[in-house]
C-alpha cells in the first residue's frame, strides 16, 4: 500500500495555506496582545507554516515537470503560480525567523514587540502572496486541466455512473 498522494503537490499546499493564514491572525494579535503564549503560538505557527511551504514549493516545482499540453496562456498562468508560490515561501520564512525573534526577545519588551510588528507585517505580506498563488493555481487548474489526468478505463477502475434520465 502507498500512503503518498500522488500528484503529491495538492495534497501539500493545503497545510501551509492554513497555517500560514491562522498564524498571521494570530501574529498580528501577538502585536497588541503579548499574553497566553501568544508569542509562542504566533512562532510555532509560522514556523510549520513555512516548513509547508518549502515543501510545497519542492513539490510544485517537481509537479511543473509533469503537467505537458499546456497552451501558451496555460504556462504563463503556471509561471505566475510558481512565482507567487516562491513569493509566499519566502514571506513565511521572513515572517516564522521574525516571530521566533520576538520569543527569544521576551526579556526586552521594545525589542520583542518590534520583531512581533515585523512578524506580522511578514506574515500579511505572506498571506497575500498565497491567495495570489492560490488564485493561479485553481486558474491552472479550472480553466487550463494542469494536472487533471483522464484516465478512464484503467483495470481495476469502477466504470462511471448513468446519469441518463428515465423521462
Known amino acids: 500500500m502507498n500512503f503518498i498522494p500522488n500528484p503529491l503537490h495538492p495534497a501539500l499546499v493545503h497545510f501551509p495555506i492554513a497555517l500560514i493564514l491562522l498564524g498571521t491572525v494570530v501574529a498580528i494579535a501577538t502585536v497588541f496582545i503579548r499574553h497566553w503564549h501568544l508569542p509562542w503560538l504566533t512562532a510555532g505557527l509560522l514556523g510549520l507554516g513555512a516548513m509547508g511551504a ?8 517537481e509537479a511543473a515537470d509533469a503537467v505537458m499540453g499546456l497552451s501558451p496562456q496555460g504556462k504563463q498562468v503556471l509561471e505566475e503560480h510558481e512565482e507567487w508560490g516562491e513569493r509566499a515561501r519566502n514571506m513565511a520564512l521572513i515572517a516564522a525567523a521574525a516571530a521566533v525573534t520576538s520569543v527569544a526577545l521576551g526579556k526586552f519588551p521594545m525589542g520583542s514587540r518590534s520583531a512581533a510588528g515585523l512578524a506580522a507585517l511578514a506574515a500579511i505580506g505572506a498571506s497575500f502572496c498565497v491567495a495570489e498563488a492560490g488564485h493561479y493555481g ?6 487550463h486541466g494542469a494536472g487533471m489526468q483522464l484516465d478512464a478505463g484503467k483495470p481495476g477502475d469502477a466504470p462511471l455512473p448513468d446519469h441518463k434520465s428515465n423521462d
Do not use: D, F, H
Open 138 to 143: 485553481g486558474k491552472l487548474v479550472y480553466q
Open 54 to 61: 518549502v515543501a510545497a514549493t519542492w513539490s510544485g516545482e
